[in-house]
């Protein structure tokens, strides 16, 4: 009988913890939802007009449709695959179909999903919706925005489930993601900063999303504590989003203004330009975006806290795979790129002192090999000069070999790259 007794007790004992577990993870889901704010009043003399053209210019600041567009679709009709190391997400429609789209939504509703991470029905919505950076949007943008998306053409195309693997597309699995890796907030000016600072931090940290990509992940795909702005593999794992706080990265620390509006706003600037994921978001976002607000973004972008990694003895390459890279680059590379790696001012990219070709992760430097590098067409730059894919014309060991010689000559100090290395990179 007091085995029975004590059975019963650790039982009783077990499900108070998990009933504790549950309410703990329901009170972390809704908190900070009681304070939803009214709908953003408009001064009696706005137009119509007015708002959905504001929220046109945010819709491109958050390059919405870069994700609720598939290729040679109708704008924001939603279905692109965005894979992710769960499974494969899918964008829904956002046109104002009523039955497949928002069409039934209100302002609320749309303020809600991007400051709580809800849906319409009070479902949680997926985080690779970047929701934990928009929950910084304004009513007053979340309004112009939903005013925007009213106005596109309504397309009715029925959305596609996600294909996540068991159990992270569930509503428990996302009710604890979101217990541990996010927390409502609203954008607060920093009085000790400039105008422009605060701006520039309101739309870095929030429509633009940056640190979604820019930012070390843990386990389970949350920012990782202490990781933003350190870089961060894509969730595809094909692309490496440098780090914002290393100016031997991507970090613009020790980067003039001029220079930093510059790539932003026509993909290359001095010696520099962007390619792979970063040049559909100059494309498809930032080129659209005022100097004013890019300047702005400049301003918070380079007072991001350096955090260099600590450099260390590096392993020199084999002299045999030193000789073949060096042949490689011959045939393949130095018409355009120079004998030296000093390139062509304008035209093609040096490689020498290039912080592409030198980043710890070789993910980005093995996708340009193998599938092209090209920036993107701009006002500033309308006639970018690209360079072709090679996929077809050199295998992995060869991609490593070319790799390396670029890592290691020209005063570059990096990690030779194996044919393994090449392989794991999706």
Not at 265 to 283: I, R
Not at 335 to 343: K, L, P, R
Request: charge should be neutral; glycine fraction near 10%.
């Amino acid at each position: 009988m007091s085995a029975w007794r004590h059975g019963w007790t650790w039982a009783g004992a077990f499900a108070a913890a998990g009933a504790t577990v549950v309410a703990v993870i329901l009170w972390l889901n809704v908190r900070g939802e009681a304070s939803d704010p009214p709908l953003a009043a408009s001064p009696a003399s706005a137009k119509a007009s007015d708002l959905i053209e504001r929220g046109a210019y945010l819709s491109r600041v958050g390059n919405c449709m870069g994700c609720h567009t598939t290729t040679g679709g109708s704008p924001f009709a939603g279905g692109r695959r965005i894979d992710t190391p769960y499974g494969v997400v899918i964008a829904p429609n956002i046109t104002p179909d009523d039955s497949t789209g928002i069409g039934r939504w209100t302002a609320f509703d749309v303020w809600r999903a991007l400051h709580h991470g809800r849906s319409k029905d009070g479902r949680l919505l997926n985080p690779a919706f970047p929701y934990p950076s928009y929950t910084w949007v304004t009513r007053e943008d979340s309004d112009a925005l939903f005013a925007y998306l009213r106005s596109v053409p309504a397309v009715q195309r029925p959305n596609e489930p996600h294909a996540l693997r068991f159990p992270f597309g569930t509503q428990p699995a996302l009710a604890v993601w979101r217990a541990l890796n996010f927390r409502p907030a609203a954008f607060e000016s920093d009085p000790a900063q400039t105008q422009d600072w605060n701006r520039g931090r309101y739309l870095v940290q929030g429509l633009a999303h940056c640190a979604a990509c820019h930012s070390e992940r843990n386990a389970l795909g949350g920012i990782r504590r202490n990781g933003e702005w350190a870089g961060g593999v894509m969730p595809d794992k094909a692309w490496y989003a440098p780090s914002l706080a290393d100016p031997r990265e991507a970090g613009v620390q020790r980067m003039s203004r001029a220079q930093v509006v510059s790539l932003l706003q026509h993909g290359v600037t001095q010696g520099m330009s962007v390619s792979g994921p970063m040049a559909e978001v100059v494309y498809s976002s930032t080129q659209s975006m005022t100097a004013a607000d890019l300047g702005a973004m400049a301003d918070y972008l380079a007072t991001i806290p350096v955090r260099e990694t600590v450099a260390r003895q590096i392993t020199r390459a084999s002299p045999e795979a030193m000789h073949r890279g060096a042949e490689l680059y011959v045939q393949h590379c130095a018409t355009c790129h120079g004998s030296a790696g000093e390139g062509v001012p304008g035209q093609y990219p040096a490689l020498a002192g290039n912080r592409a070709v030198t980043l710890g992760t070789i993910n980005n430097l093995v996708q340009i090999i193998r599938h092209g590098g090209f920036a993107p067409t701009t006002t500033g730059n309308p006639r970018p000069f690209g360079m072709p894919p090679f996929s077809q014309t050199l295998k992995e060991q060869q991609i490593a070999d070319v790799a390396t010689y670029l890592r290691q000559s020209w005063g570059n100090e990096a990690e030779p790259v194996s044919s393994l290395d090449v392989l794991q990179v999706d």
